[in-house]
């Protein structure tokens, strides 16, 4: 019983770290401008794919508020000089519009 308690409450643990990154992660995506929908979404595939360290970096963006458009977000994206960020926030935005993500 006590095994499956701890089992459960890792579990919970677990899922909980990533929780706070992507719901970070999709304020900052909104605050930048993206719509929810597609924030919500890219937040989710962003958060299995990008450091810690880099999701904060891109939550925090602080030129990216008021992008009013994609295309501008990920131009200010391409000045954090970090090919992976860029890679997979213009990835997860290219299929998170058109529906595939």
Do not use: W, Y
């Not at 719509?35 to 979404?41: D, I, K, Q, T, V």
């Not at 990920?74 to 998170?96: K, P, Q």
């Amino acid at each position: 019983m006590v095994a499956r308690l701890l089992v459960a409450g890792a579990a919970l643990v677990s899922l909980a770290g990533c929780a706070v990154p992507e719901a970070r992660l999709r304020t900052g995506l909104i605050n930048a401008g993206l719509p929810e929908p597609l924030s919500a979404c890219m937040a989710e595939r962003m958060v299995d794919r990008l450091s810690l360290k880099q999701l904060m970096r891109i939550a925090d963006l602080p030129k990216a508020r008021g992008s009013e458009s994609i295309d501008r977000f990920l131009h200010r994206v391409r000045a954090l000089g970090d090919a992976e960020i860029l890679g997979v926030t213009s990835s997860s935005a290219a299929l998170c519009a058109t529906g595939l993500g």
